[in-house]
Protein backbone atom coordinates (compact mmCIF):
# COMPACT_ATOMS: atom_id res chain seq x y z
CA UNK A 1 0.00 0.00 0.00
CA UNK A 2 1.36 3.12 -0.87
CA UNK A 3 2.87 5.32 2.27
CA UNK A 4 -0.29 8.29 2.60
CA UNK A 5 -3.43 6.15 2.30
CA UNK A 6 -1.80 3.86 4.68
CA UNK A 7 -0.56 6.45 7.19
CA UNK A 8 -4.32 8.24 6.88
CA UNK A 9 -6.08 5.03 7.48
CA UNK A 10 -3.82 4.36 10.15
CA UNK A 11 -4.09 7.99 11.81
CA UNK A 12 -8.05 7.27 11.40
CA UNK A 13 -7.85 3.82 13.15
CA UNK A 14 -6.09 4.73 16.09
CA UNK A 15 -8.32 7.96 16.61
CA UNK A 16 -10.74 5.81 16.89
CA UNK A 17 -9.22 3.09 18.85
CA UNK A 18 -8.05 6.22 20.85
CA UNK A 19 -12.05 7.75 21.18
CA UNK A 20 -13.32 4.37 22.47
CA UNK A 21 -10.73 3.96 25.15
CA UNK A 22 -11.73 7.93 26.17
CA UNK A 23 -15.62 6.44 27.02
CA UNK A 24 -14.35 4.62 29.88
CA UNK A 25 -12.82 6.86 31.97
CA UNK A 26 -12.96 6.85 35.96
CA UNK A 27 -13.70 9.73 37.90
CA UNK A 28 -12.47 12.50 39.46
CA UNK A 29 -9.14 11.61 37.90
CA UNK A 30 -10.06 11.27 34.29
CA UNK A 31 -8.04 8.26 33.93
CA UNK A 32 -8.53 5.61 31.24
CA UNK A 33 -9.59 2.46 32.46
CA UNK A 34 -8.36 0.61 29.23
CA UNK A 35 -6.46 2.07 25.95
CA UNK A 36 -7.45 0.02 22.66
CA UNK A 37 -5.36 2.06 21.11
CA UNK A 38 -1.93 1.20 22.38
CA UNK A 39 -2.41 -2.22 20.60
CA UNK A 40 -3.33 -0.18 16.99
CA UNK A 41 -0.15 1.90 17.90
CA UNK A 42 1.58 -1.07 18.43
CA UNK A 43 0.98 -2.67 15.01
CA UNK A 44 1.08 0.83 13.28
CA UNK A 45 4.81 1.22 13.40
CA UNK A 46 5.54 -2.05 13.74
CA UNK A 47 4.60 -2.49 9.71
CA UNK A 48 6.51 0.96 9.26
CA UNK A 49 8.49 0.01 5.98
CA UNK A 50 11.97 1.85 6.57
CA UNK A 51 13.46 4.66 8.82
CA UNK A 52 11.81 7.58 7.22
CA UNK A 53 8.16 6.12 7.41
CA UNK A 54 8.61 4.83 11.51
CA UNK A 55 9.74 8.61 12.04
CA UNK A 56 6.80 10.02 10.32
CA UNK A 57 4.35 7.64 12.01
CA UNK A 58 6.11 7.88 15.31
CA UNK A 59 5.60 12.08 15.20
CA UNK A 60 1.46 11.52 13.75
CA UNK A 61 0.64 9.25 16.38
CA UNK A 62 2.06 11.63 19.13
CA UNK A 63 0.25 14.53 17.56
CA UNK A 64 -2.43 12.37 17.01
CA UNK A 65 -2.61 11.13 20.88
CA UNK A 66 -1.95 14.36 21.90
CA UNK A 67 -5.19 16.14 19.96
CA UNK A 68 -7.64 12.83 21.51
CA UNK A 69 -6.49 13.63 25.17
CA UNK A 70 -6.42 17.68 24.63
CA UNK A 71 -10.45 17.21 22.44
CA UNK A 72 -11.52 15.02 25.21
CA UNK A 73 -11.68 16.72 27.99
CA UNK A 74 -7.85 15.43 29.35
CA UNK A 75 -6.33 17.20 32.17
CA UNK A 76 -3.07 19.46 31.41
CA UNK A 77 -0.74 16.86 32.96
CA UNK A 78 -2.51 13.86 30.23
CA UNK A 79 -2.01 16.34 27.37
CA UNK A 80 1.39 17.29 28.43
CA UNK A 81 2.58 13.28 28.88
CA UNK A 82 0.04 12.18 25.76
CA UNK A 83 3.64 11.67 23.94
CA UNK A 84 5.29 9.55 26.60
CA UNK A 85 2.32 6.67 25.74
CA UNK A 86 4.37 6.77 21.61
CA UNK A 87 7.80 6.00 23.84
CA UNK A 88 5.89 3.01 25.52
CA UNK A 89 5.42 1.77 21.86
CA UNK A 90 9.11 2.41 20.56
CA UNK A 91 10.36 0.52 23.68
CA UNK A 92 8.23 -2.64 22.86
CA UNK A 93 8.93 -2.49 19.42
CA UNK A 94 12.50 -2.39 20.23
CA UNK A 95 12.34 -4.96 22.84
CA UNK A 96 10.05 -7.28 19.99
CA UNK A 97 12.90 -6.44 17.25
CA UNK A 98 15.53 -7.66 20.00
CA UNK A 99 14.21 -10.75 21.45
CA UNK A 100 11.74 -12.15 18.50
CA UNK A 101 13.95 -10.71 15.21
CA UNK A 102 11.95 -13.53 13.18
CA UNK A 103 8.32 -13.04 13.51
CA UNK A 104 6.70 -10.12 11.56
CA UNK A 105 6.52 -6.79 12.63
CA UNK A 106 9.84 -7.33 14.12
CA UNK A 107 12.27 -7.47 10.42
CA UNK A 108 11.19 -11.33 9.93
CA UNK A 109 8.15 -12.92 8.04
CA UNK A 110 7.13 -15.29 10.20
CA UNK A 111 3.53 -15.32 12.19
CA UNK A 112 3.06 -15.77 15.85
CA UNK A 113 1.76 -19.32 16.38
CA UNK A 114 1.73 -19.65 20.12
Known amino acids: M ?3 PR ?6 VYVFASLLGRIIIVQ ?4 G ?3 PAAGVALVWLASAHDRTQLIIDTVLLAAATTTVIALTDGTTSQILFSPLAVV ?3 VAIWLLRRWLPHIWGAGGRQQMNK
Open 28 to 31: PNNV
Open 33 to 35: VVW
Open 2 to 4: PAV
Open 88 to 90: QIL
Open 7 to 12: TIIWVL
